[in-house]
C-alpha cells in the first residue's frame, strides 16, 4: 500500500515523517483538508493571519496535492 507524507508549511514548518499508507489516491485530498481545518481550528498562527498550506508527497517526494 503507498505512503504518502502530509506537510504542514507555516511558521514553522512541519514535516510529515511517519506518513500514511493510503490503498487509493482518491482518498489524499479529502484527509488533507480535514488535516488543514483540524491544525487551523487549534492554531492561534492561522487566527493571527499567518498562512498554512499542507502538501502532500509520494514516498519518492513527488507532490500528490496542495492546498492553503
Not at 36 to 62: N, Q, Y
Request: charged share 30%; hydrophobic share 35%.
Amino acid at each position: 500500500m503507498p505512503r504518502f507524507y502530509f506537510d504542514i508549511q507555516n511558521d514553522p514548518h512541519s514535516i510529515d515523517e511517519d506518513g500514511v499508507s493510503l490503498n487509493d489516491r482518491k482518498h489524499i485530498e479529502p484527509l488533507a483538508v480535514r488535516t488543514l481545518f483540524d491544525i487551523a481550528r487549534e492554531s492561534a498562527e492561522v487566527l493571527s493571519g499567518s498562512p498554512m498550506t499542507i502538501s502532500v508527497r509520494d514516498a519518492d517526494g513527488k507532490r500528490s496535492f496542495a492546498r492553503h
